[in-house]
């Protein structure tokens, strides 16, 4: 069992920033891809950034140019920095590794965007 540990969040002001960093137990280098998805109160989850083993990355138009999603495969760790925030972020945050036809999640961390 792959085990994802979240850590930051927390509350900022709008155009504040933040940064999430999640790290896992697998000790495989780099061919599984990771995430973070988030989810507000009354709708569903999402996927807010992607990174491949390989380092590509994919994001949700509602963030592009202000979260970056980057991994550090020796510390088994990936980021999520979060800059110029809006209330609309507001939500909670999840880690998600894919590693095949497998699929593991962190235990969540929330991030609350508020004047």
């Known amino acids: 069992q792959v085990q994802l540990v979240e850590s930051g969040g927390g509350l900022a002001q709008p155009g504040g920033s933040l940064s999430l960093s999640c790290a896992h137990s697998?000790?495989?280098?780099?061919?599984?891809?990771m995430g973070w998805y988030r989810q507000a109160p009354g709708k569903q989850r999402e996927l807010v950034a992607r990174?491949?083993?390989?380092?590509?990355?994919n994001y949700t138009d509602s963030v592009k140019g202000r979260f970056t999603i980057s991994r550090d495969n020796a510390k088994a760790t990936v980021y999520l920095q979060m800059n110029s925030l809006k209330p609309e972020d507001t939500a909670v945050y999840y880690c998600?590794?894919?590693?095949?036809?497998?699929?593991?999640w962190g235990q969540g961390t929330q991030v609350t965007v508020s004047s």
């Open positions: 697998l000790r495989i280098i780099g061919i599984y891809t």
């Open positions: 990174i491949t083993g390989g380092g590509g990355t």
């Open positions: 998600n590794l894919q590693l095949g036809p497998s699929t593991y």
